[in-house]
């Protein structure tokens, strides 16, 4: 994936050339932009400003609060879908920073397919992969998921931090604060894992040049030796 800055006049001197420091500059807004595309959070620690936007979303709801985007910069908002809240107040602050989201979204181009290669990609039964996903999260009880959480909170470390609102950590910080009970959060933990495991599927089905291969036939291997053998030969 390639960034693309288009030099301004101001970024150059009376004889065209680029001042230096432009590049660290233009270094640190790809940085940024990468992340955001790939759906990185920007940071650990949730600021005032941000903070502000969530409590916004959650009081007016997230129609509203893309409506507000919409308002304020309206091409970031026609790119962003009103229910990516985390997206919506991500180009709210950029707004408030003079920065647009869909511009900067804008100077990623598409990219370029730097070798020749067969991609697989492994699926499993949708059935036995949410029963998969269900004994994982009570595994991870069993060996101590709990304990874990209660020692980073007894660390100061609460659900402020980005990091703290994963699945798995933020469903029991909302135990160990009376929102719901253990066993609950339990199977909240298991619902938005296979959620999130959907969503996962959803994406690398876009990867058009994979080969998909079930995991559960018989002869998956099989098959993709003869895929290799026959990409080679060609």
């Given at each position: 994936m390639e960034y693309v800055h288009q030099a301004q006049y101001y970024e150059t001197d009376q004889m065209g050339i680029i001042h230096h420091s432009n590049y660290i500059r233009w270094m640190e807004e790809a940085r940024i932009a990468y992340m955001d595309e790939m759906d990185f959070p920007s940071g650990e620690l949730e600021d005032d400003r941000r903070a502000g936007y969530q409590e916004l979303a959650e009081r007016i709801g997230e129609e509203a609060l893309h409506a507000l985007l919409a308002e304020r910069d309206p091409e970031s908002a026609a790119v962003i879908h009103p229910h990516n809240v985390r997206r919506v107040i991500r180009a709210l602050e950029m707004h408030d920073d003079g920065v647009s989201y869909a511009q900067q979204k804008s100077q990623f181009s598409v990219p370029r397919e730097h070798y020749h290669a067969l991609w697989f990609g492994l699926m499993r039964n949708r059935e036995a992969l949410y029963e998969r996903i269900n004994l994982r999260v009570d595994l991870m009880f069993e060996q101590g998921l709990v304990d874990e959480v209660r020692?980073?909170?007894?660390?100061?470390?609460?659900?402020?931090?980005?990091?703290?609102?994963?699945?798995?950590?933020?469903?029991?910080?909302?135990?160990?604060?009376?929102?719901?009970?253990?066993?609950?959060?339990?199977?909240?933990?298991?619902?938005?894992?296979?959620?999130?495991?959907?969503?996962?599927?959803?994406?690398?089905?876009?990867?058009?040049?994979?080969?998909?291969?079930?995991?559960?036939?018989e002869n998956v291997i099989e098959r993709a030796c003869s895929l290799v053998r026959e990409f080679l030969q060609n």
């Open positions: 020692g980073l909170m007894d660390q100061g470390l609460g659900d402020a931090l980005t990091s703290m609102q994963a699945i798995g950590y933020k469903e029991i910080i909302d135990a160990f604060d009376g929102v719901m009970s253990m066993d609950e959060a339990r199977e909240l933990i298991k619902m938005r894992s296979r959620r999130y495991a959907k969503r996962q599927l959803t994406w690398f089905r876009r990867q058009n040049d994979a080969v998909w291969l079930y995991i559960d036939e």
